[in-house]
Protein backbone atom coordinates (compact mmCIF):
# COMPACT_ATOMS: atom_id res chain seq x y z
CA UNK A 1 0.00 0.00 0.00
CA UNK A 2 0.85 3.36 -1.02
CA UNK A 3 1.75 6.19 1.92
CA UNK A 4 2.99 9.36 2.82
CA UNK A 5 3.73 10.06 6.05
CA UNK A 6 4.43 13.82 6.67
CA UNK A 7 5.99 15.06 10.27
CA UNK A 8 4.26 16.57 12.82
CA UNK A 9 2.86 19.88 13.56
CA UNK A 10 5.03 22.75 14.46
CA UNK A 11 5.21 26.01 16.10
CA UNK A 12 7.67 28.57 15.11
CA UNK A 13 8.80 32.43 15.70
CA UNK A 14 9.82 34.48 13.28
CA UNK A 15 13.10 34.08 11.79
CA UNK A 16 13.59 30.64 13.19
CA UNK A 17 14.39 27.78 10.21
CA UNK A 18 12.70 24.65 9.97
CA UNK A 19 12.64 21.13 7.86
CA UNK A 20 9.32 18.90 7.88
CA UNK A 21 9.37 15.89 6.35
CA UNK A 22 7.19 13.47 4.27
CA UNK A 23 8.37 9.39 4.10
CA UNK A 24 7.17 7.43 1.18
CA UNK A 25 6.86 3.60 1.50
CA UNK A 26 4.77 1.05 -0.36
CA UNK A 27 6.63 1.71 -4.17
CA UNK A 28 9.76 2.67 -5.51
CA UNK A 29 10.50 5.94 -3.82
CA UNK A 30 13.22 6.86 -6.38
CA UNK A 31 10.79 6.43 -8.93
CA UNK A 32 8.45 8.90 -8.75
CA UNK A 33 8.04 12.75 -8.43
CA UNK A 34 6.99 14.22 -4.47
CA UNK A 35 5.52 17.45 -4.68
CA UNK A 36 4.73 20.09 -1.84
CA UNK A 37 1.29 21.69 -1.65
CA UNK A 38 0.71 24.93 0.33
CA UNK A 39 -3.23 25.75 2.42
CA UNK A 40 -2.60 28.85 4.01
CA UNK A 41 -5.80 29.04 6.34
CA UNK A 42 -9.66 29.43 4.59
CA UNK A 43 -7.67 29.07 1.46
CA UNK A 44 -6.91 27.23 -1.92
CA UNK A 45 -4.07 24.95 -2.85
CA UNK A 46 -0.62 26.50 -4.54
CA UNK A 47 2.06 23.87 -6.25
CA UNK A 48 5.11 24.94 -4.85
CA UNK A 49 7.32 22.38 -6.06
CA UNK A 50 8.34 19.08 -7.01
CA UNK A 51 11.21 16.99 -6.60
CA UNK A 52 12.39 13.65 -8.53
CA UNK A 53 14.30 11.44 -5.88
CA UNK A 54 16.12 9.61 -8.19
CA UNK A 55 18.56 11.77 -9.50
CA UNK A 56 17.40 15.18 -6.98
CA UNK A 57 15.64 17.16 -10.19
CA UNK A 58 13.65 19.57 -8.39
CA UNK A 59 11.09 22.05 -10.15
CA UNK A 60 9.33 25.27 -8.28
CA UNK A 61 6.69 27.13 -9.11
CA UNK A 62 7.33 31.08 -9.44
CA UNK A 63 5.89 31.95 -6.66
CA UNK A 64 8.16 29.71 -3.96
CA UNK A 65 11.31 29.97 -6.14
CA UNK A 66 13.97 31.25 -3.47
CA UNK A 67 11.31 31.06 -0.51
CA UNK A 68 11.79 27.43 0.19
CA UNK A 69 14.11 24.56 -0.63
CA UNK A 70 13.07 21.20 -0.99
CA UNK A 71 15.39 18.50 -1.05
CA UNK A 72 15.13 14.50 -0.40
CA UNK A 73 17.28 11.42 1.09
CA UNK A 74 16.65 8.66 -0.91
CA UNK A 75 18.45 6.23 1.61
CA UNK A 76 15.65 6.33 3.53
CA UNK A 77 12.61 7.37 1.60
CA UNK A 78 11.92 11.18 2.58
CA UNK A 79 11.44 14.29 0.92
CA UNK A 80 11.93 17.49 2.82
CA UNK A 81 10.32 21.45 2.67
CA UNK A 82 12.47 24.05 4.59
CA UNK A 83 12.51 27.55 5.09
CA UNK A 84 15.97 29.38 6.39
CA UNK A 85 13.89 32.21 7.67
CA UNK A 86 10.23 31.88 8.68
CA UNK A 87 7.87 34.27 8.35
CA UNK A 88 4.21 34.54 9.69
CA UNK A 89 2.84 34.60 6.52
CA UNK A 90 4.44 30.71 5.73
CA UNK A 91 1.64 29.50 8.87
CA UNK A 92 -0.78 27.13 6.41
CA UNK A 93 -0.59 23.67 6.16
CA UNK A 94 1.76 21.56 3.71
CA UNK A 95 0.76 18.43 2.07
CA UNK A 96 3.33 16.37 -0.17
CA UNK A 97 1.45 14.31 -2.91
CA UNK A 98 2.98 11.88 -5.00
CA UNK A 99 3.34 12.36 -8.97
CA UNK A 100 2.00 9.07 -10.29
CA UNK A 101 3.37 9.97 -13.92
CA UNK A 102 3.06 11.91 -17.02
CA UNK A 103 -0.76 10.60 -17.41
CA UNK A 104 -1.57 10.32 -13.71
CA UNK A 105 -1.10 14.24 -11.89
CA UNK A 106 -0.97 13.37 -7.90
CA UNK A 107 -2.16 10.24 -6.90
CA UNK A 108 -1.04 9.94 -3.38
CA UNK A 109 -1.61 13.02 -0.63
CA UNK A 110 0.42 12.54 3.05
CA UNK A 111 -1.70 14.11 5.81
CA UNK A 112 -0.72 17.50 5.64
CA UNK A 113 1.82 19.10 8.20
CA UNK A 114 0.41 22.48 10.25
CA UNK A 115 3.42 25.37 10.39
CA UNK A 116 2.43 28.29 12.82
CA UNK A 117 4.97 30.84 13.15
CA UNK A 118 4.10 33.54 15.25
CA UNK A 119 6.00 35.77 17.88
CA UNK B 1 2.95 28.83 -16.84
CA UNK B 2 -0.58 26.92 -17.40
CA UNK B 3 -3.04 29.30 -15.79
CA UNK B 4 -6.70 27.30 -14.47
CA UNK B 5 -9.51 29.20 -14.05
CA UNK B 6 -12.58 27.25 -12.17
CA UNK B 7 -15.99 28.24 -11.74
CA UNK B 8 -18.15 29.08 -9.79
CA UNK B 9 -15.99 30.12 -6.54
CA UNK B 10 -18.72 28.89 -4.36
CA UNK B 11 -22.41 27.66 -5.15
CA UNK B 12 -25.56 26.89 -2.72
CA UNK B 13 -27.34 23.63 -3.84
CA UNK B 14 -29.77 21.13 -2.47
CA UNK B 15 -29.44 17.50 -1.89
CA UNK B 16 -30.49 15.78 -4.92
CA UNK B 17 -29.53 18.55 -6.58
CA UNK B 18 -27.19 18.67 -10.16
CA UNK B 19 -24.30 20.10 -9.57
CA UNK B 20 -21.31 21.63 -12.48
CA UNK B 21 -18.14 22.87 -11.42
CA UNK B 22 -15.92 24.49 -14.38
CA UNK B 23 -12.36 24.94 -15.07
CA UNK B 24 -10.50 26.47 -18.32
CA UNK B 25 -6.63 26.34 -18.85
CA UNK B 26 -5.12 28.73 -20.44
CA UNK B 27 -3.60 26.78 -23.26
CA UNK B 28 -4.64 23.21 -24.44
CA UNK B 29 -3.74 20.54 -21.79
CA UNK B 30 -5.71 17.59 -23.73
CA UNK B 31 -6.93 15.22 -21.40
CA UNK B 32 -3.88 16.15 -18.24
CA UNK B 33 -6.08 17.40 -15.86
CA UNK B 34 -7.65 15.19 -12.36
CA UNK B 35 -10.34 16.70 -10.14
CA UNK B 36 -9.76 16.50 -6.37
CA UNK B 37 -12.42 17.20 -3.30
CA UNK B 38 -11.33 18.56 0.05
CA UNK B 39 -13.23 18.52 3.48
CA UNK B 40 -12.34 20.65 5.95
CA UNK B 41 -8.94 19.53 7.86
CA UNK B 42 -8.26 16.14 5.56
CA UNK B 43 -5.69 16.27 2.68
CA UNK B 44 -7.54 16.19 -0.84
CA UNK B 45 -8.59 13.45 -2.25
CA UNK B 46 -8.73 12.68 -6.02
CA UNK B 47 -12.33 11.99 -7.61
CA UNK B 48 -11.25 12.01 -11.64
CA UNK B 49 -8.18 11.25 -13.58
CA UNK B 50 -7.48 11.84 -17.19
CA UNK B 51 -10.14 14.27 -17.12
CA UNK B 52 -13.05 11.52 -17.37
CA UNK B 53 -11.76 8.44 -15.54
CA UNK B 54 -13.08 7.54 -12.02
CA UNK B 55 -10.92 7.01 -9.70
CA UNK B 56 -11.28 3.30 -7.93
CA UNK B 57 -14.29 3.55 -5.01
CA UNK B 58 -15.78 6.71 -5.71
CA UNK B 59 -19.47 6.76 -6.60
CA UNK B 60 -20.54 7.13 -10.17
CA UNK B 61 -22.31 10.15 -9.27
CA UNK B 62 -19.67 11.96 -10.25
CA UNK B 63 -18.11 11.99 -13.50
CA UNK B 64 -15.39 14.71 -15.92
CA UNK B 65 -15.16 15.64 -19.00
CA UNK B 66 -13.74 17.85 -21.31
CA UNK B 67 -10.42 18.31 -22.85
CA UNK B 68 -8.31 20.89 -24.42
CA UNK B 69 -9.08 24.07 -22.47
CA UNK B 70 -12.24 23.23 -20.91
CA UNK B 71 -13.12 20.86 -18.59
CA UNK B 72 -16.13 20.18 -16.10
CA UNK B 73 -16.84 18.26 -13.24
CA UNK B 74 -20.87 17.08 -12.39
CA UNK B 75 -22.04 15.48 -9.37
CA UNK B 76 -25.60 13.95 -10.73
CA UNK B 77 -27.81 13.95 -7.85
CA UNK B 78 -25.83 15.43 -4.84
CA UNK B 79 -25.30 14.05 -1.28
CA UNK B 80 -25.16 15.59 2.02
CA UNK B 81 -21.30 14.03 2.47
CA UNK B 82 -20.65 15.90 -0.79
CA UNK B 83 -20.56 19.17 0.88
CA UNK B 84 -16.99 20.01 0.47
CA UNK B 85 -14.48 22.27 -1.53
CA UNK B 86 -13.46 20.75 -4.73
CA UNK B 87 -9.98 21.89 -7.23
CA UNK B 88 -8.97 21.19 -10.91
CA UNK B 89 -5.41 20.00 -11.37
CA UNK B 90 -3.69 20.20 -13.90
CA UNK B 91 -0.48 18.47 -15.32
CA UNK B 92 0.03 18.73 -18.57
CA UNK B 93 3.24 20.48 -18.02
CA UNK B 94 4.71 17.56 -16.35
CA UNK B 95 6.17 17.74 -13.48
CA UNK B 96 5.12 20.74 -12.70
CA UNK B 97 1.29 21.33 -12.46
CA UNK B 98 -1.15 23.72 -11.50
CA UNK B 99 -4.31 23.86 -9.35
CA UNK B 100 -7.28 25.53 -10.18
CA UNK B 101 -8.57 28.43 -7.67
CA UNK B 102 -11.36 26.02 -5.97
CA UNK B 103 -15.02 24.94 -5.74
CA UNK B 104 -17.45 25.75 -2.05
CA UNK B 105 -20.30 23.50 -2.54
CA UNK B 106 -22.56 24.65 0.45
CA UNK B 107 -25.57 23.63 1.57
CA UNK B 108 -28.87 25.90 0.21
Known amino acids: EVQLVQSGAEVKKPGESLKISCKGSGYSFTSYWIGWVRQMPGKGLEWMGIIYPGDSDTRYSPSFQGQVTISADKSISTAYLQWSSLKASDTAMYYC????????????WGQGTLVTVSS | DIQMTQSPSSLSASVGDRVTITCRASQGIRNDLGWYQQKPGKAPKRLIY???SLQSGVPSRFSGSGSGTEFTLTISSLQPEDFATYYCLQHNSYPTLTFGGGTKVEIK
Open chain 1, 97 to 108: ARHGGPDKGFDY
Open chain 2, 50 to 52: AAS
